[in-house]
């Protein structure tokens, strides 16, 4: 298995657009899990999925946030309209409820807002 | 909320030992998790521990007392290529499926 695929590794965007960040899980893995991690706040949990369900979008910041699971292999994170303290790393990861290793993470998304 | 504290940074010279603490305060514990993560990159799995006692995987050691809420990772013969972050992470049991991630100890080698 390729691992955990994010896209785009890096993005730079001005202020005000939209801004979609996109993950494929592992094949298996009915968990899915987007996080944000920035020096002050370390890895902040956004929103998380089982079985392409919802299941806790409490980290989501504000409504400018959403996410999807339309299928076991793809996910996205929206940002609409973007705002500068929104650069950050975003992460993806998935597991299964019984995967010893814990999370597998992607390589990560670094949003640049301007 | 969930408690999960580990000190902010170390420093450390080559060939020498350091232990990095986590202590932990969650309702519910199922296992603890510990990731490293370089600059720039994705966290990656380095151990787990569900039961109290010690897990050793060649130059690092994980440890686990469940009544203290403690876990320690300790890294032998360091070198320099360990300066990472060092991230604690708490599997609560619950069927929520997620993982509570401390603020990760930032590790310094020199040489």
């Known amino acids: 298995d390729a691992g955990v695929i994010q896209s785009p590794r890096h993005e730079v965007t001005e202020m005000g657009q939209e801004v979609t960040l996109r993950c494929k899980p592992i094949?298996?893995?009915?968990?899915l899990f987007w996080y944000r991690q920035t020096m002050m706040r370390g890895l902040e949990l956004l929103i998380y999925?089982?079985?392409?369900?919802?299941?806790?979008d409490s980290g989501m910041p504000e409504d400018r946030f959403s996410a999807k699971m339309p299928n076991a292999s793809f996910s996205t994170l929206k940002i609409q309209p973007s705002e500068p303290r929104d650069s950050a790393v975003y992460f993806c990861?998935?597991?299964?409820?019984?995967?010893?290793?814990?999370?597998?993470f992607g390589s990560g998304t670094r949003l640049t807002v301007v | 909320g969930q408690n999960i504290d580990q000190p902010t940074e170390m420093t450390a010279t080559e060939g020498a030992i350091v232990q990095i603490n986590c202590t932990y305060q969650?309702?519910?514990?199922?296992?603890l998790f510990w990731y490293q993560q370089h600059a720039g990159e994705a966290p990656t799995f380095l151990s787990y521990n569900v039961l109290d006692g010690l897990e050793e995987k060649g130059r690092f050691s994980s440890f686990l007392s469940r009544s203290k809420g403690y876990s320690y990772l300790l890294l032998k013969e360091l070198q320099m290529k360990d300066s990472a972050s060092y991230l604690c992470a708490v599997d609560r049991g619950s069927t929520l499926g997620r993982l509570y991630f401390g603020r990760g100890t930032q590790l310094t080698v020199w040489p």
């Open positions: 999925f089982n079985n392409n369900v919802p299941i806790d």
């Open positions: 094949s298996g893995h009915d968990y």
């Open positions: 990861a998935s597991n299964s409820r019984d995967e010893p290793t814990g999370y597998t």
């Open positions: 969650t309702s519910g514990f199922n296992g």
